[in-house]
Protein backbone atom coordinates (compact mmCIF):
# COMPACT_ATOMS: atom_id res chain seq x y z
CA UNK A 1 0.00 0.00 0.00
CA UNK A 2 1.33 3.53 -0.95
CA UNK A 3 2.08 5.85 1.81
CA UNK A 4 -0.25 8.85 2.28
CA UNK A 5 2.30 12.09 1.22
CA UNK A 6 0.56 15.64 2.26
CA UNK A 7 1.64 18.19 0.40
CA UNK A 8 1.63 21.91 2.48
CA UNK A 9 1.28 24.88 0.65
CA UNK A 10 -0.08 28.08 1.61
CA UNK A 11 0.70 29.56 4.94
CA UNK A 12 -0.71 33.46 6.69
CA UNK A 13 2.06 35.63 4.63
CA UNK A 14 2.79 37.65 2.10
CA UNK A 15 4.71 34.47 0.31
CA UNK A 16 1.06 32.45 -0.15
CA UNK A 17 0.85 33.20 -4.12
CA UNK A 18 4.86 31.71 -4.08
CA UNK A 19 3.79 28.71 -2.34
CA UNK A 20 0.58 27.79 -4.13
CA UNK A 21 2.88 27.35 -7.69
CA UNK A 22 5.38 25.63 -5.36
CA UNK A 23 3.34 23.20 -3.90
CA UNK A 24 1.79 22.65 -7.19
CA UNK A 25 5.10 21.46 -8.56
CA UNK A 26 6.20 19.21 -5.87
CA UNK A 27 2.45 17.76 -5.83
CA UNK A 28 3.22 16.89 -9.83
CA UNK A 29 6.64 15.71 -9.03
CA UNK A 30 6.04 13.09 -6.84
CA UNK A 31 6.06 9.52 -8.24
CA UNK A 32 2.87 8.32 -7.74
CA UNK A 33 3.97 4.60 -8.23
CA UNK A 34 5.44 4.73 -4.75
CA UNK A 35 3.34 7.23 -3.02
CA UNK A 36 -0.16 8.92 -3.13
CA UNK A 37 0.09 12.08 -3.13
CA UNK A 38 -2.63 14.80 -1.76
CA UNK A 39 -2.51 18.44 -2.05
CA UNK A 40 -3.06 20.18 1.21
CA UNK A 41 -3.56 23.77 1.73
CA UNK A 42 -3.17 26.09 5.22
CA UNK A 43 -4.75 29.13 5.40
CA UNK A 44 -5.77 30.42 9.03
CA UNK A 45 -8.19 28.14 10.62
CA UNK A 46 -9.01 26.83 7.03
CA UNK A 47 -7.49 23.39 6.30
CA UNK A 48 -8.56 20.97 3.49
CA UNK A 49 -7.32 18.16 1.18
CA UNK A 50 -8.14 18.58 -2.45
CA UNK A 51 -9.48 15.29 -4.07
CA UNK A 52 -10.43 14.55 -7.57
CA UNK A 53 -9.66 17.77 -9.02
CA UNK A 54 -11.26 20.66 -7.65
CA UNK A 55 -13.51 19.28 -4.62
CA UNK A 56 -12.06 19.91 -1.36
CA UNK A 57 -12.57 17.90 2.28
CA UNK A 58 -11.59 19.65 5.75
CA UNK A 59 -8.22 18.09 7.43
CA UNK A 60 -9.53 17.17 11.30
CA UNK A 61 -6.55 19.26 13.00
CA UNK A 62 -6.78 16.86 15.90
CA UNK A 63 -5.15 14.03 14.41
CA UNK A 64 -4.13 15.64 10.91
CA UNK A 65 -6.74 13.04 8.83
CA UNK A 66 -9.63 13.37 6.53
CA UNK A 67 -12.77 11.60 5.38
CA UNK A 68 -13.34 10.49 2.02
CA UNK A 69 -15.93 7.96 0.68
CA UNK A 70 -16.81 7.13 4.10
CA UNK A 71 -13.07 5.73 4.81
CA UNK A 72 -10.84 7.72 7.44
CA UNK A 73 -7.38 8.35 6.06
CA UNK A 74 -4.22 9.51 7.76
CA UNK A 75 -0.97 10.68 6.29
CA UNK A 76 2.12 8.95 6.62
CA UNK A 77 4.51 11.93 5.71
CA UNK A 78 4.33 15.61 5.38
CA UNK A 79 5.92 17.67 2.47
CA UNK A 80 6.04 21.20 3.69
CA UNK A 81 6.26 23.73 1.16
CA UNK A 82 4.38 27.00 3.04
CA UNK A 83 7.31 29.80 2.92
CA UNK A 84 6.69 31.85 5.40
CA UNK A 85 4.64 30.96 8.39
CA UNK A 86 3.84 28.75 9.90
CA UNK A 87 5.71 26.40 7.90
CA UNK A 88 8.95 28.03 7.56
CA UNK A 89 9.14 29.14 11.58
CA UNK A 90 8.78 25.72 13.32
CA UNK A 91 5.07 25.93 14.37
CA UNK A 92 4.08 23.47 11.52
CA UNK A 93 6.65 21.63 12.75
CA UNK A 94 5.65 21.51 16.61
CA UNK A 95 2.27 20.12 15.73
CA UNK A 96 3.68 17.18 13.62
CA UNK A 97 6.32 16.23 15.98
CA UNK A 98 3.27 15.64 18.50
CA UNK A 99 1.51 13.83 16.13
CA UNK A 100 4.52 12.32 15.35
CA UNK A 101 4.32 12.28 11.31
CA UNK A 102 7.52 12.90 9.91
CA UNK A 103 8.23 15.86 7.59
CA UNK A 104 10.60 17.14 5.07
CA UNK A 105 11.99 19.73 6.46
CA UNK A 106 14.17 21.03 9.39
CA UNK A 107 12.63 20.55 13.27
CA UNK A 108 11.56 23.53 15.41
CA UNK A 109 14.74 24.97 16.97
CA UNK A 110 16.39 24.45 13.63
CA UNK A 111 13.46 26.15 11.82
CA UNK A 112 13.02 28.97 14.75
CA UNK A 113 16.25 30.00 14.60
CA UNK A 114 17.06 30.32 10.82
CA UNK A 115 13.84 32.27 9.96
CA UNK A 116 15.04 35.05 12.45
CA UNK A 117 17.88 36.14 10.60
CA UNK A 118 19.16 38.27 12.95
CA UNK A 119 19.37 35.51 15.38
CA UNK A 120 20.61 33.18 12.15
CA UNK A 121 23.11 36.01 11.66
CA UNK A 122 24.45 36.41 15.27
CA UNK A 123 25.18 32.71 15.83
CA UNK A 124 26.83 31.81 13.07
CA UNK A 125 29.46 34.96 13.42
CA UNK A 126 30.46 32.40 16.78
CA UNK A 127 31.83 30.43 13.92
CA UNK A 128 33.29 32.81 11.60
CA UNK A 129 31.40 32.67 9.11
CA UNK A 130 31.63 36.11 6.88
CA UNK A 131 28.83 38.36 6.91
CA UNK A 132 27.78 41.96 6.75
CA UNK A 133 27.14 43.98 9.75
CA UNK A 134 23.66 44.73 10.94
CA UNK A 135 21.65 46.81 13.32
CA UNK A 136 17.87 45.11 14.57
CA UNK A 137 14.76 47.78 14.81
CA UNK A 138 12.05 46.41 16.92
CA UNK A 139 8.37 48.05 15.58
CA UNK A 140 7.54 51.14 17.44
CA UNK A 141 11.22 51.64 18.75
CA UNK A 142 12.72 55.34 17.64
CA UNK A 143 15.60 55.12 14.79
CA UNK A 144 18.41 56.91 15.74
CA UNK A 145 19.04 57.50 11.39
CA UNK A 146 22.75 58.87 12.21
CA UNK A 147 23.75 56.30 14.61
CA UNK A 148 22.59 53.62 12.10
CA UNK A 149 24.41 55.62 8.74
CA UNK A 150 27.77 56.05 11.26
CA UNK A 151 28.12 52.22 11.82
CA UNK A 152 26.89 51.20 8.25
CA UNK A 153 27.70 53.54 5.64
CA UNK A 154 25.41 54.43 2.65
CA UNK A 155 24.06 52.31 0.99
CA UNK A 156 22.32 50.28 3.03
CA UNK A 157 19.79 47.39 2.20
CA UNK A 158 16.69 47.38 4.75
CA UNK A 159 14.88 44.50 5.12
CA UNK A 160 11.96 42.41 7.58
CA UNK A 161 13.91 40.17 9.92
CA UNK A 162 11.57 37.43 9.61
CA UNK A 163 10.29 36.82 6.05
CA UNK A 164 10.52 36.08 2.40
CA UNK A 165 10.55 36.51 -1.06
CA UNK A 166 12.28 39.92 -1.07
CA UNK A 167 8.50 41.64 0.50
CA UNK A 168 9.55 44.62 2.52
CA UNK A 169 13.45 44.95 0.97
CA UNK A 170 14.85 48.22 -0.08
CA UNK A 171 17.94 49.61 -0.78
CA UNK A 172 18.26 53.00 0.65
CA UNK A 173 21.08 55.29 -0.75
CA UNK A 174 20.01 58.74 1.37
CA UNK A 175 19.26 59.88 4.81
CA UNK A 176 16.00 60.67 4.07
CA UNK A 177 15.08 57.30 2.74
CA UNK A 178 15.91 55.29 5.64
CA UNK A 179 12.91 55.97 7.97
CA UNK A 180 10.53 54.87 5.25
CA UNK A 181 12.24 51.68 4.57
CA UNK A 182 12.30 50.91 8.04
CA UNK A 183 8.48 51.27 8.48
CA UNK A 184 7.69 49.91 5.43
CA UNK A 185 10.15 46.12 6.61
CA UNK A 186 7.72 46.46 10.06
CA UNK A 187 4.50 45.95 7.43
CA UNK A 188 6.16 42.75 7.10
CA UNK A 189 7.27 41.98 10.77
CA UNK A 190 7.80 43.17 13.91
CA UNK A 191 11.44 43.48 13.54
CA UNK A 192 13.50 45.23 10.73
CA UNK A 193 17.22 44.76 9.74
CA UNK A 194 19.32 47.54 8.43
CA UNK A 195 22.39 45.54 6.82
CA UNK A 196 25.87 47.07 5.17
CA UNK A 197 25.79 47.28 1.89
CA UNK A 198 28.37 44.77 -0.11
CA UNK A 199 29.41 45.41 -3.67
CA UNK A 200 29.53 41.93 -5.22
CA UNK A 201 27.49 38.99 -7.29
CA UNK A 202 25.08 37.12 -5.30
CA UNK A 203 25.31 33.09 -5.66
CA UNK A 204 22.94 30.64 -4.01
CA UNK A 205 24.06 26.78 -3.21
CA UNK A 206 20.90 24.28 -2.38
CA UNK A 207 21.61 20.98 -0.50
CA UNK A 208 20.38 18.38 1.32
CA UNK A 209 21.59 15.63 3.88
CA UNK A 210 19.89 12.13 4.43
CA UNK A 211 20.96 9.67 6.71
CA UNK A 212 23.15 7.37 4.17
CA UNK A 213 24.13 10.33 1.48
CA UNK A 214 24.39 13.78 0.73
CA UNK A 215 23.93 16.27 -2.28
CA UNK A 216 25.13 19.85 -2.62
CA UNK A 217 23.40 20.79 -5.70
CA UNK A 218 25.58 23.46 -8.21
CA UNK A 219 25.88 27.02 -7.61
CA UNK A 220 24.01 29.27 -9.35
CA UNK A 221 24.82 32.81 -10.19
CA UNK A 222 22.39 35.76 -9.76
CA UNK A 223 22.45 38.54 -11.91
CA UNK A 224 19.25 40.82 -11.50
CA UNK A 225 18.53 43.69 -13.92
CA UNK A 226 16.79 45.80 -11.49
CA UNK A 227 19.54 47.30 -8.84
CA UNK A 228 18.92 44.21 -6.94
CA UNK A 229 17.25 41.22 -6.37
CA UNK A 230 13.66 42.29 -5.24
CA UNK A 231 10.48 40.63 -5.45
CA UNK A 232 9.64 41.59 -9.10
CA UNK A 233 13.09 40.12 -9.99
CA UNK A 234 12.56 37.21 -8.80
CA UNK A 235 9.26 36.14 -10.51
CA UNK A 236 9.26 38.33 -13.59
CA UNK A 237 10.64 36.65 -16.73
CA UNK A 238 13.34 38.56 -17.96
CA UNK A 239 14.38 40.44 -14.80
CA UNK A 240 16.77 38.13 -13.99
CA UNK A 241 19.61 35.88 -15.01
CA UNK A 242 20.17 33.05 -13.15
CA UNK A 243 23.23 30.97 -14.26
CA UNK A 244 23.36 27.34 -13.19
CA UNK A 245 26.20 26.12 -13.46
CA UNK A 246 27.60 29.48 -12.18
CA UNK A 247 30.13 30.91 -13.96
CA UNK A 248 32.85 30.36 -11.45
CA UNK A 249 36.56 28.84 -11.25
CA UNK A 250 36.25 25.08 -9.18
CA UNK A 251 38.37 26.43 -6.61
CA UNK A 252 35.69 29.04 -5.58
CA UNK A 253 32.60 26.75 -6.26
CA UNK A 254 33.57 24.45 -4.17
CA UNK A 255 34.54 27.06 -1.24
CA UNK A 256 31.10 28.49 -1.68
CA UNK A 257 29.65 24.60 -1.06
CA UNK A 258 31.93 23.92 1.71
CA UNK A 259 30.14 27.25 3.36
CA UNK A 260 26.63 26.28 2.90
CA UNK A 261 27.48 22.76 3.72
CA UNK A 262 29.24 24.07 6.78
CA UNK A 263 25.99 26.66 7.41
CA UNK A 264 23.44 23.44 6.90
CA UNK A 265 25.58 21.44 9.68
CA UNK A 266 25.78 24.17 12.50
CA UNK A 267 22.35 25.27 11.86
CA UNK A 268 20.92 21.31 12.32
CA UNK A 269 19.17 21.50 9.02
CA UNK A 270 16.81 18.98 7.23
CA UNK A 271 15.27 18.54 4.13
CA UNK A 272 16.64 20.71 0.98
CA UNK A 273 17.66 24.27 1.95
CA UNK A 274 19.17 26.78 0.58
CA UNK A 275 22.00 29.21 0.95
CA UNK A 276 22.48 32.53 -0.46
CA UNK A 277 25.77 34.25 -0.33
CA UNK A 278 27.66 37.65 -1.98
CA UNK A 279 30.99 37.05 -3.48
CA UNK A 280 33.53 40.27 -3.17
CA UNK A 281 37.11 39.58 -3.68
CA UNK A 282 36.99 36.00 -3.52
CA UNK A 283 35.15 35.81 -0.42
CA UNK A 284 31.50 34.45 0.04
CA UNK A 285 29.66 36.80 2.63
CA UNK A 286 26.44 34.88 4.02
CA UNK A 287 23.45 36.65 3.19
CA UNK A 288 20.48 34.39 4.51
CA UNK A 289 19.33 30.26 4.68
CA UNK A 290 15.72 29.48 3.60
CA UNK A 291 14.40 26.45 4.85
CA UNK A 292 11.66 26.10 2.44
CA UNK A 293 12.75 27.08 -0.47
CA UNK A 294 11.04 27.94 -3.47
CA UNK A 295 10.48 24.93 -5.84
CA UNK A 296 8.06 26.06 -8.66
CA UNK A 297 9.17 24.92 -12.04
CA UNK A 298 11.79 28.02 -12.60
CA UNK A 299 12.76 28.36 -8.73
CA UNK A 300 16.47 28.09 -8.10
CA UNK A 301 16.59 24.24 -6.37
CA UNK A 302 14.82 22.53 -9.32
CA UNK A 303 17.43 24.19 -11.87
CA UNK A 304 19.97 22.93 -10.20
CA UNK A 305 18.56 19.57 -9.51
CA UNK A 306 18.04 19.77 -13.69
CA UNK A 307 22.01 21.19 -13.36
CA UNK A 308 23.19 18.12 -11.21
CA UNK A 309 21.65 15.81 -14.07
CA UNK A 310 19.16 14.53 -11.52
CA UNK A 311 15.09 14.49 -11.63
CA UNK A 312 13.22 16.64 -8.75
CA UNK A 313 10.85 13.21 -8.93
CA UNK A 314 14.00 11.31 -7.77
CA UNK A 315 15.34 13.46 -5.27
CA UNK A 316 12.00 13.71 -4.18
CA UNK A 317 11.53 10.25 -3.05
CA UNK A 318 15.19 9.70 -1.98
CA UNK A 319 13.95 12.42 0.84
CA UNK A 320 10.28 11.18 1.61
CA UNK A 321 11.62 7.75 1.98
CA UNK A 322 14.77 8.43 4.24
CA UNK A 323 12.01 10.45 6.76
CA UNK A 324 9.90 7.21 5.97
CA UNK A 325 12.45 4.97 7.49
Not at 11 to 29: A, W
Not at 117 to 146: H, Q, W
Request: glycine share 8%.
Amino acid sequence: MRPNIAVIYGGDSSEYIVSVQSGKNVFQSIDTELFHPWLVEMKGFEWKVFVDGDESVEIDRSDFSFVYNDEKIKFDYAYIIIHGTPGEDGILQGYFDLLKIPYSTCGVHSSALTFNKYFCSNFLKNFDVPMAKSVRLKKGTEIDIRSIVGELGLPVFVKPNAGGSSFGITKVKSVEKLKEAVENAWKESDEALVEEFILGTEFTCGLVKLKNEEFVFPLTEVLPKKEFFDFEAKYTKGMTDEITPARLSPELTLKCQQLASKVYDLCNCQGIVRVDFILKEEEFYFLEINTTPGMTSTSFIPQQVTAMGMKLKTLLSKIIQDGLS
